[in-house]
C-alpha cells in the first residue's frame, strides 16, 4: 500500500501530454483504466482514485463523466452503476466486469484484468492501421492518377484525334470512350458511391440486414475465414475476461453477444445461452450450431470438462489473434505489390494507346 502522494506522482507519470477532446477513443478510456486499475491496487480507495483521475486526466469529455460518476458513488451508487448510465463511454462489457468484481470483492484485480484486455485490444487496432497505412496511400495515388489522366489528359488528345478525323486503335477507342464517360457521368459515379454507402448503413441498422449482411461476410473467399477468426477471438477474450471476473456464465453470454461484431454468430449465441439455461453444456451446443470452428468447440469441451473454461478461451484468443495476425501481414504483403502492379497497368495502358494513335497519325500524314 503506497502514500496519497505516491499514487498521484505514479498516475502523472503515466498521463500522456495535454491534449483537450471533446470525444474520447479506445485509447483514452484504456489509459484511465489501468490508471485506475493501478490506483487501487495500489491502496487507495475507489473515491479517491476517481478524484486522482478527474485531477489529471485531459480529456473534457471523460473528465465531466467521472466527475458524475463520483456523485453517484457520494449518493450511496455502486461503480457499475454509476458506470451504466455513460454507456457511449463504457459498454456493457466494461459494467459486467466491474459489476462482477465489486459483487465479489476483488475490484483491484478484475480492474488489472480489463486493463489488460482492453492493452490488447488497443494494440491490436494500432497494428491493424500501421498495416493498412500504406496501402491506403497507394489506393489513393491509384485513384488520383487514374482521374488525373482520365479527366484532363485523355480528353485533350481526343480533341486532337478529332480533328485529324481518322479511324484510331481499338485501345485507343476505348480509352476514349471510358474518359468521355468519366468527364460526363463523373457525378453520377460519385452518385452511386453515396447511394450504395447509406444503402449499406441503412441496412446494417435492421437485425435482418445485419444479419444477411454478416452472412454475406463469412462466405467471402479468405477474408471470410479471417473475419471468422477475429470475430472468435473477440469472443473468446471477451469471455474468458467475465468468467475470470466472476461473471457468471448465462450473464458472460449475454454481453459477450455484443462483442463479436457479426450477427450470425450473435444469434447462434443466444441459442447458446437458451440450452444452458434449460441445462445443457456450452461445448455440446457449440458443435451442433456448425458455426463455430472445431478448435474453438474442442477446447471449450475441454475447458468445461476440467473446470478451466477461462483459461481455455484464453488460449483460444491467443491462437486466433496469432493467426488473424499472420494473415493480415501475409495479405498485405500481397496487397502492396497488387495495387504497385495495378497501378503501372493502368498507366501503361493509357500510355500506350495514346502513344499507338499518335503514330498511326504520323503514319498517315508521312
Known sequence: MFPATQQRQLITAQQPKRKLRRWVSFQDLTIMTRQLASLVGGGLTLMQSIE??????????????????????RGGGTFAEALEKHPRLFSPLYVSIVRAGEASGELPRVLNW?????????????????????????????????????????????????????????????????????VRWWWSIVLAIVAITYAYRLTRRTPKG???????????????KLHLKAAIGRLSRALSVLLMGGVPVLEALEVARDVIGNEVLARSLDEVRQRVREGERVADHLRRSGVFPPLFTRLVAIGEEAGTLPQSLNTIADTLDLEVDSSLKALISLLEPALILMLGLVVGFVIISLLMAVFQLNTLVR
Open 114 to 182: 480489463l486493463a489488460d484486455y482492453m492493452e490488447r485490444e488497443q494494440n491490436r487496432r494500432t497494428q491493424i492501421r500501421s498495416a493498412l497505412a500504406y496501402p491506403i496511400l497507394l489506393t489513393i495515388v491509384m485513384v488520383a492518377a487514374l482521374t488525373f489522366l482520365l479527366v484532363f489528359l485523355v480528353p485533350r488528345y481526343a480533341a486532337l484525334f478529332a480533328e485529324m478525323g481518322q479511324a484510331l486503335p481499338l485501345p485507343t477507342q476505348v480509352l476514349l470512350a471510358v474518359s468521355g464517360f468519366v
Open 52 to 73: 486522482a483521475l478527474i485531477e489529471h486526466t485531459e480529456n473534457e469529455t471523460l473528465v465531466l463523466a467521472l466527475n458524475q460518476i463520483r456523485e453517484e458513488l
Open 210 to 224: 445485419r444479419f444477411i449482411t454478416d452472412a454475406w461476410k463469412l462466405k467471402l473467399p479468405i477474408f471470410g
